[in-house]
């Protein structure tokens, strides 16, 4: 195909803040898991499309399917309502996981910050 430019399950993500491989990188409406390390203004890949084990709020009660919103302040899944800057809808679930469980198995998904007024 003429067009086509790339897969795209991995795309190069300019970093709002210092990242480590394996942690959660958020650009815009990008969200994903950083392939490298990574400081703030660094362009890093990060895989956009993919299954990955991902911290989340250990009283949370996650069932398989459930759609999920990241929480950028605490840095972990929640299933609560987005507060501002948090990723709606980044993923879903592929495994139960309960009270007191520390994570998650996620399903990369598009996703979004939420945009909320402030007041």
């Known amino acids: 195909m003429k067009n086509a430019y790339q897969d795209g399950r991995v795309l190069d993500i300019t970093l709002e803040a210092d990242v480590a491989s394996g942690e959660v990188v958020t650009a815009g409406r990008m969200f994903g898991i950083a392939v490298t390390n990574g400081k703030s203004g660094d362009t890093i890949a990060a895989h956009v499309e993919g299954v990955f084990r991902l911290p989340k709020l250990s009283t949370a009660v ?15 899944v929640i299933v609560a309502s987005a507060a501002t800057d948090d990723v709606e809808n980044f993923g879903y679930a592929v495994e139960d996981a309960g009270n007191p469980s520390a994570d998650v198995l996620v399903r990369l998904c598009p996703g979004m910050r939420v945009p909320k007024a402030a007041g």
Request: zero cysteines; hydrophobic letters at 45%.
């Open 62 to 76: 996650i069932t398989a399917g459930d759609a999920l919103t990241w929480d950028v302040s605490a840095g972990q």
